[in-house]
């Protein structure tokens, strides 16, 4: 299973960004979907995720900010990015959980600028 992570960009302070990831490969099942982001010097944190339910989670910096989605039979999963700040800059990955088993992306940088 391969995810590809796509819609990163560079964007003014304020701006928007769309992220996308959709999978390939073999069928899989998957359970929680994510988005995690690494910022220059630090560790990987995890942004925003979303439950086989619908029930979703917010690192406390992006709430209001930050939708979380999926488009459950293409098993795509979005991050609708608004009122961007300089410290939302990093390398944005998607990452699916079940079970035992889970699948990272290669990323797609975000950049914002003041």
């Known amino acids: 299973v391969q995810l590809q992570a796509s819609g990163g960009g560079l964007v003014q302070a304020g701006g928007s960004l769309r992220l996308s990831c959709a999978p390939s490969g073999r069928p899989f099942s998957v359970s929680v979907m994510a988005w995690h982001r690494q910022a220059p010097g630090k560790e990987r944190e995890l942004v925003a995720r979303?439950?086989?339910?619908?029930?979703?989670d917010y690192e406390d910096s992006v709430k209001g900010r930050f939708t979380i989605s999926r488009d459950i039979r293409r098993k795509t999963l979005y991050l609708q990015m608004n009122n961007l700040k300089p410290e939302d800059t990093g390398v944005y990955y998607c990452h699916y959980i079940h079970a035992r088993s889970d699948y990272w992306g290669k990323g797609t940088q975000v950049t914002v600028s003041s």
């Open positions: 979303i439950f086989g339910t619908g029930s979703t």
